[in-house]
């Protein structure tokens, strides 16, 4: 019943990328690419069995591979698993499911990955849980994502790099569009949830997964992206 009701509300999140998967591959690749050294370093390099959890159009599976892993990437979104099956080599499986139910034994991966997957779930936390259950003792998770602090629906951003924070911080879950957010940007047509820090923090504290190594890894004075590695205990 419960796993039923997780379900249903998490479709929705992944259905807002039905219909939108090339618009979206086009306008995360400078994206992608401006994160995917903060990705590997934290990463580092592991043999084992590697599960990018929200693997979206699969622009960071060759980076994954690369660091000497076996990738499985996961995602809600036919369309976006369509565009990632042209990113798979020989081996490599894809697989459509809930990242908040994952269809996976204990205790099989040995690191997972989450690249801006917490602003696009509804409970983070429970997908972490799910995360910690299929890694084995001692694997490593990856995350990275908005910063709570300066980026979300209370953030705007000014022409000379500085940042207005908003009197709604604290507003916890989904946002649609901000009046401030770029028109023709993916938070504008997708929306997103706000996870303010401590509960970003405490979700990683819930599933059993110590922090090992935080990273602000943007170029810009105030960094729009937190990226951290996590090992499960
Ligand atoms: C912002 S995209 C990030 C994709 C990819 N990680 C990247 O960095 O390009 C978020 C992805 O999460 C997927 N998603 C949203 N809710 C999901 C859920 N409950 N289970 C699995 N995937 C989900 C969406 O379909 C989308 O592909």
């Known amino acids: 019943m419960v796993k039923g009701s997780a379900m249903a509300s998490s479709q929705i999140q992944g259905d807002r990328y039905d219909g939108a998967a090339e618009w979206y591959d086009e306008r995360n690749a400078a994206p992608a690419d401006a994160n995917r050294d903060t990705l590997k370093d934290l990463l580092g390099p592991g043999g084992g069995l590697c599960l990018d959890l929200g693997c979206g159009t699969g622009q960071n599976l060759p980076a994954l591979r690369g660091r000497g892993r076996r990738v499985i990437g996961l995602d809600f979104s036919v369309d976006q698993l369509g565009l990632a099956r042209q990113r798979t080599v020989g081996g490599e499986a894809l697989v459509q499911a809930d990242a908040a139910v994952l269809p996976f034994a204990d205790a099989v991966f040995d690191s997972v990955v989450a690249v801006w997957l917490s602003t696009d779930v509804d409970d983070f ?3 972490l849980g799910e995360a910690s259950r299929v890694l084995r003792p001692g ?5 990275l994502g908005a910063h709570p602090c300066f980026c979300g629906p209370h953030t705007e951003g000014r022409a000379d790099g500085g940042r207005i924070i908003h009197p709604t911080y604290r507003g916890a879950g989904w946002h649609p569009p901000a ?3 770029r028109e023709g940007g993916i938070r504008h047509r997708i929306g997103m949830r706000h996870l303010p820090l401590a509960e970003l923090f405490n979700a990683f504290i819930g599933a059993r997964l110590t922090i090992t190594r935080v990273v602000e890894p943007s170029e810009e004075p105030i960094p729009w992206t937190l ?3 996590a090992e499960k205990r």
């Not at 694997?139 to 995350?143: A, I, N, Q, R, T």
């Open 139 to 143: 694997g490593v998770l990856v995350h």
């Open 179 to 181: 009046p401030w957010w």
């Open 227 to 229: 990226a951290l590695r």
């Open 125 to 127: 936390a429970a997908v």
